[in-house]
């Protein structure tokens, strides 16, 4: 898959840190907010300590976040490591997680035991729930998002497991998942941040959380 037109400035994009639903091991999906727990907040800090030493104090950086609770706390943490106003920050309800229908919110545990597994072992991935968001319609919609938020300028994107995936599979050209149909760029913790500059994707700062979404 050919990648998108080549952008100008830098993006970076973000995971937000552990939730509540993730040390509670429940299916998170686009649930609006589930809180940071102390791990969340301190993988935040790390975030913002990486992004600080890459861009310095009051970077020239548009901020754009997913509307949930989490990525938002995130966000802020970040923001003041930045000496940026986390009140300038953009959301947009195209960047939120993988939608998870009636599994959403429940147990992995009690999902496992009605349907079997749902994340691969291999990639990471979470099965789609039988009334739930497919990976062609997270790459539509974050596409849509790309399209709209054109600029040539750097940003920061907080958003979330499976949906960053995404869009990083969008935004370098990454090739289809041969299951999914989908440009999915590979898995990294929570508390992660990569820099993506001329289609070209790198690590800048690598967390410690272990959920999928």
Do not use: K
Request: proline share 6%; net charge negative; charged share 25%.
């Amino acid at each position: 898959m050919e990648s998108r037109r080549e952008r100008r400035g830098r993006d970076y994009i973000a995971r937000h840190g552990e939730t509540v639903f993730n040390a509670g091991r429940r299916l998170q999906g686009e649930h609006v907010h589930t809180p940071l727990t102390r791990t969340g907040f301190a993988q935040a800090e790390e975030m913002g300590r990486a992004l600080r030493a890459e861009l310095g104090e009051r970077p020239a950086l548009t901020l754009w976040a997913s509307p949930t609770g989490r990525a938002l706390q995130t966000l802020a943490v970040i923001a003041e490591h930045l000496c940026l106003d986390w009140h300038d920050a953009r959301t947009d309800p195209r960047l939120v997680e993988i939608g998870m229908g009636g599994w959403g919110g429940r147990y992995y545990v009690d999902v496992v035991a009605q349907a079997g597994p749902v994340i691969d072992p291999l990639t990471g991935l979470l099965r789609p729930a039988p009334d739930g968001e497919r990976y062609h319609q997270i790459a539509a919609r974050v596409g849509a998002w790309l399209d709209d938020s054109e600029s040539d300028g750097d940003r920061l994107i907080l958003m979330h497991g499976i949906s960053s995936r995404v869009l990083r599979g969008v935004m370098t050209g990454a090739d289809s998942h041969p299951e999914y149909s989908t440009p999915i760029a590979p898995g990294l913790p929570q508390g992660s941040v990569v820099r993506i500059e001329r289609g070209r994707e790198s690590v800048l700062h690598e967390g410690t959380g272990g959920s999928p979404a």
